[in-house]
């Protein structure tokens, strides 16, 4: 039997990234991935210690009346305790920006290993709001 609703094709190639982040004592920073909606992304970060967090998105188009606001959808958060790592897979629930932030609310560096594999057209890094292309990093 043909079953349905199991296989989504995807316009390109699956892209890989794996990166380090060193986040000093109070420092924040977000990684995000542009995806399509229904695009897929696994993922694992781990850290060397516990931090905050919150994996959000960002749609192109927000919904009616949040038009010209800084509207974001979370699907992940824990500010409170905080977590040193988190795994799983991501399906975009719309096109857009899609990623974490985490911060450090230590007194130390904490050092993050993110790897990915999924759907996208980029990486964008924002670090005291100043954003920057980041390239996937593609082991040959």
Do not use: C
């Not at 316009?11 to 794996?18: K, M, T, Y």
């Not at 975009?92 to 759907?119: C, D, M, R």
């Amino acid at each position: 039997p043909t079953i349905k609703d199991t296989f989504l094709a995807q316009p390109g190639r699956f892209q890989f990234d794996a990166r380090e982040i060193t986040l000093t004592p109070a420092e924040g920073m977000e990684i995000k991935y542009n995806m399509k909606k229904g695009a897929g992304l696994v993922y694992s970060w781990t850290a060397s210690a516990t931090l905050s967090y919150e994996f959000h998105g960002e749609p192109d188009v927000k919904p009616a009346g949040k038009q010209g606001t800084d509207y974001f959808e979370s699907y992940e958060k824990d500010d409170q305790v905080g977590k040193d790592q988190s795994h799983g897979v991501f399906t975009a629930p719309s096109t857009g920006i899609h990623g974490w932030f985490w911060e450090n609310q230590t007194g130390v560096p904490i050092t993050i290993k993110l790897v990915t594999a999924g759907y996208y057209d980029y990486i964008l890094r924002n670090q005291d709001d100043v954003k920057t292309p980041l390239q996937p990093s593609d082991p040959k």
